[in-house]
DNA sequence: TTATTTAGTTTGTGCCACGTACTAATTTAG
DNA sequence: CTAAATTAGTACGTGGCACAAACTAAATAA
């Protein structure tokens, strides 16, 4: 429930500051809003973007993707059968457990989460110019700070069980709740 | 396309940090969901929030609402449809335009929208307990001065027009794009 | 007045998410 | 080593959400 989750104002005069529960709702939707974009180019929907971000380095299970992306297994059927259907993602039958499946990006996949990905880490450094660089960073490193203690806190997950080992086990914030 | 939308990490070391568009993409994630588990107390979804949230200050026509949360207007129809059904909002005719219908919250919108915020700027108050202070002050003001900056920029929104006149015209931020 | 634009709805399509019910494989008990 | 319980995944039905195209009614322009 944000105060004004949207495009809304209260009526505050010129040059006050938002509350920062504004500030993050206006700004959640605002990144959310340029990430749907690019996506859009794709015809890509935010969750099949994910889909594809989260198989950038790894290769669930659809077991794990419900927990990775936060749904339910049975939307991870659906999910999986758009994107295999048009050819970004394959469905590998797990040698270890038979019952199992693994989901891998396809070439077509991977080339088009990396495109996008590129376009959207653009369109991020297009937004932050707008700051004065040293805000930038100010900004950019408060920003991990939090996301590293609220990983910390409700769990060890974020950078833990990873050394420098490849694709971690651990999943970080995002996923959130 | 987020670099890493989800709950994934690149193969770094413990205590390095995320790159801007990552912490970005991730916050937004994390602001998001927080909103949507609120939101699910009521059985509301981010979207019938986000007309909620709108409502609280405005009485604007479909036509105007369909702007404000960027949304068709065919979509909008559907959308106070079902929060009409649920007592939430009221459709009443302009006098001024009889073509035109202005939707306006109920009673019960009214307090299920004030409960929902009172609870969201608790959660995000939380969240932010996990900085220091000054930490904290220095996020939420770098937000509002890019979320300021990013809506000066692409018109002049945000706090235009606006002088201390109740619920201004202007649209800021957060519907972006 | 006639033609055009504008506000809103209707209809049809598709994605997304859920819960329930089901099959098949695995694991645990006895 | 079977029998029971658990786990992985899918199928199905429901509903919300978003769009485009087609349509009605009112307002505006010609």
């Known amino acids: 429930m944000a105060a004004r989750p ?7 005069a ?36 994910r889909l594809l971000g989260v198989l950038r380095d790894r290769t669930p299970t659809m077991n794990e993707l419900a927990r990775l992306l936060d749904l ?3 939307s991870v059927t659906g999910l999986v059968d758009r994107a295999q259907r048009r050819g970004l993602v394959a469905r590998v039958p797990s040698t ?7 989901v891998s990006l396809t070439g077509a996949g991977r080339s088009l989460v990396s ?9 991020i450094s ?20 939090l996301l590293v203690a609220h990983a910390a806190d409700r ?17 970080p914030a995002a996923t959130s709740h």
Do not use: C, M, N, W
């Open 72 to 74: 339910d297994k049975s």
């Open 126 to 145: 297009q937004l932050l110019e707008l700051l004065p660089p040293s805000d930038r960073d100010a900004l950019s490193g408060l920003i991990s700070r």
């Open 115 to 123: 495109g996008g990905a590129a376009r959207f880490e653009a369109d």
């Open 14 to 49: 010129a040059h006050q500051a938002l509350s920062p529960a504004d500030g993050l709702a206006q700004l959640s939707f605002l990144i959310h809003s340029i990430l749907e974009r690019r996506a859009r180019e794709h015809d890509l929907s935010i969750i099949q973007t």
């Open 155 to 171: 769990g060890i997950d974020l950078f833990a069980t990873i050394g420098t080992d490849g694709p971690g086990t651990g999943s």
């Open 6 to 12: 949207s495009g809304t104002s209260p009526p505050p």
């Open 96 to 102: 270890a457990d038979r019952r199992a499946v693994l």
